[in-house]
């Protein structure tokens, strides 16, 4: 490729990541900002996996923020280098590393819960997720500096958080078709723990297995893509839909946002009472 082709496909860049500082931003900051506000408020989440979901909103909403200023920031300095954004290893990497966590947190609770109760330590989730920025900030810093081991790294990430959440969801769900003991209805934890590790598994496959496609067809097969193409717009569109579909799914799974809705008619009937 010469330069003038390579000029001109990296300026073609600025209408492939239009849909997504169109689409993403407006919807993924407020909601983000509603879980971070619902979870802030909550005692003792550091006990519970919460904590993850607190950490993936504050990347989602850092992503949110950062898209925009590495958009318009590229737009005004079009170059290869500035085309690789920070923000999307917060994507592709944060993103399936958080949910693997909640997943695996969620097995321990159904399929071995005298170990769960043993590891509720705010320490532990705290130290994971420590582990979690360390690796997604390094990816981050690869995917500048290194794009070709950055696809490598993202690669491994995705399939190994893809294979763990797929089979922490199969073994949940084959404990949850036990009876309980005296052929009781299931807990309402196990019920819970299902709902989010269904989830998980849903946001995984949905929102990271179009880039998993794209960044292993990149690696072994390097001509046969061009490194900025309409898949490429395609699958940062699909993956960077997380940041908002993700903390949606919270809140209706933790059924807050019927309950915000309902506090905030109450709270207009109230002012329009007290105006009155």
Same mark, same amino acid.
């Given at each position: 490729?010469?330069?003038?082709?390579?000029?001109?496909?990296?300026?073609? %860049? /600025?209408?492939?990541? *239009?849909?997504?500082?169109? =689409?993403?931003?407006? &919807?993924?900051?407020?909601? $983000?900002? #509603? @879980?971070?506000?619902?979870?802030?408020?909550?005692?003792n989440?550091?006990?519970?996996?919460?904590?993850?979901?607190?950490?993936?909103?504050?990347?989602?909403?850092?992503?949110?923020?950062?898209?925009?200023?590495?958009?318009?920031?590229?737009?005004?300095?079009?170059?290869?280098?500035?085309?690789?954004?920070?923000?999307?290893?917060?994507?592709?990497?944060?993103?399936?590393?958080?949910?693997?966590?909640?997943?695996?947190?969620?097995?321990?609770?159904?399929?071995?819960? %005298? /170990?769960?109760?043993? *590891?509720?330590?705010?320490? =532990?989730?705290?130290? &994971?997720?420590?582990?979690? $920025?360390? #690796? @997604?900030?390094?990816?981050?810093?690869?995917?500048?500096?290194?794009p070709?081991?950055?696809?490598v790294?993202?690669?491994?990430?995705?399939?190994?958080?893809?294979?763990?959440?797929?089979?922490?969801n199969?073994?949940?769900?084959?404990?949850?078709?036990?009876?309980?003991?005296?052929?009781?209805?299931?807990?309402?934890?196990?019920?819970?723990?299902?709902?989010?590790?269904?989830?998980?598994?849903?946001?995984?496959d949905?929102?990271?297995?179009?880039?998993?496609?794209?960044?292993?067809?990149?690696? *072994?097969?390097?001509?046969? =893509?061009?490194?900025?193409?309409?898949?490429?717009?395609?699958?940062?569109?699909?993956?960077?839909?997380?940041?908002?579909?993700?903390?949606?799914?919270?809140?209706v799974?933790?059924?807050?946002?019927?309950?915000?809705?309902?506090?905030?008619?109450?709270?207009?009937?109230?002012?329009?009472?007290?105006?009155?």
């Amino acid at each position: 490729m010469d330069g003038r082709n390579e000029t001109a496909t990296v300026s073609d %860049l /600025i209408w492939y990541f *239009l849909p997504t500082i169109v =689409l993403v931003p407006p &919807l993924g900051i407020p909601a $983000n900002a #509603l @879980v971070l506000r619902l979870l802030l408020g909550k005692p003792n989440i550091c006990s519970t996996s919460e904590v993850f979901v607190l950490n993936l909103a504050v990347f989602d909403m850092m992503f949110c923020f950062m898209v925009v200023i590495e958009y318009f920031y590229f737009m005004f300095n079009k170059s290869k280098v500035n085309a690789h954004f920070l923000s999307w290893g917060l994507s592709q990497a944060g993103g399936p590393l958080l949910l693997c966590a909640i997943s695996l947190d969620a097995f321990m609770a159904v399929c071995h819960p %005298l /170990i769960f109760l043993r *590891l509720k330590e705010p320490k =532990l989730r705290l130290s &994971l997720c420590l582990l979690v $920025n360390v #690796l @997604v900030f390094t990816a981050c810093g690869l995917a500048k500096l290194k794009p070709f081991y950055m696809l490598v790294m993202i690669l491994g990430i995705l399939m190994v958080t893809m294979l763990t959440i797929s089979t922490s969801n199969v073994l949940i769900l084959k404990s949850l078709r036990r009876p309980g003991p005296g052929g009781k209805d299931l807990h309402p934890v196990k019920k819970r723990a299902f709902k989010m590790v269904f989830t998980a598994l849903v946001m995984v496959d949905f929102h990271y297995l179009p880039s998993l496609a794209e960044s292993l067809i990149k690696v *072994l097969f390097p001509t046969l =893509l061009s490194p900025y193409s309409i898949l490429t717009s395609f699958t940062y569109l699909i993956l960077s839909m997380s940041s908002f579909i993700q903390p949606l799914s919270y809140l209706v799974r933790t059924k807050q946002l019927p309950k915000m809705r309902c506090n905030e008619k109450a709270e207009t009937k109230t002012k329009k009472i007290s105006d009155f």
